[in-house]
């Protein structure tokens, strides 16, 4: 006998759980690659996000807390990726003037130039594995196919 929940169930189709195992079949093994090829430079996907982030900001800085919710990680998982990069080299932790408990992530010298000397081994990465194998078409339609997930989740990012 059914349960109410198992009859309310709307469960994938034949196309639709093709296309969501087709998409965390290709988000799993090209994070894997892209990671892979950052690798040789000691650096995984998690600090080269970070440098990224840090890299745009203004003044080469953010708020730890604002560092934490644009890599989508824990504070707690943050500050200890951040430990690991203060230790490399990479970052450093500034005291925050206007708020004594803040603390800001800083990109160093040492972290920007090594941005300068991954980044384009990085993007040559994505190509070679993501954009090269893809039409303009099929990345208009991508993009737009998933513009609505994106805005839908990050949306809800606050009440996760």
């Not at 469960?11 to 759980?17: F, G, V, Y």
Request: glycine residues 4%; proline residues 2%; aromatic residues 4%.
């Amino acid at each position: 006998m059914e349960t109410e929940t198992e009859t309310a169930t709307r469960w994938l189709n034949n196309a639709e759980q093709c296309a969501w195992r087709t998409h965390l079949e290709v988000s799993r093994l090209l994070m894997h690659q892209l990671e892979k090829d950052l690798q040789p430079f000691g650096l995984t996907m998690n600090d080269y996000e970070i440098l990224v982030n840090l890299s745009e900001s203004e003044g080469q800085r953010m708020r730890m807390s604002d560092l934490a919710t644009a890599t989508l990680q824990s504070k707690s998982r943050l500050s200890h990726q951040i430990t690991r990069m203060e230790n490399a080299g990479l970052v450093r932790r500034e005291n925050c003037e206007s708020d004594r408990r803040g603390l800001y992530g800083v990109l160093t010298e040492h972290g920007a130039e090594t941005m300068r000397k991954v980044a384009p081994h990085h993007v040559a990465s994505v190509r070679r594995h993501f954009m090269d194998l893809l039409t303009p078409e099929a990345l208009d339609n991508l993009h737009t196919a998933l513009t609505p997930v994106a805005e839908h989740l990050r949306g809800r990012r606050g009440k996760i």
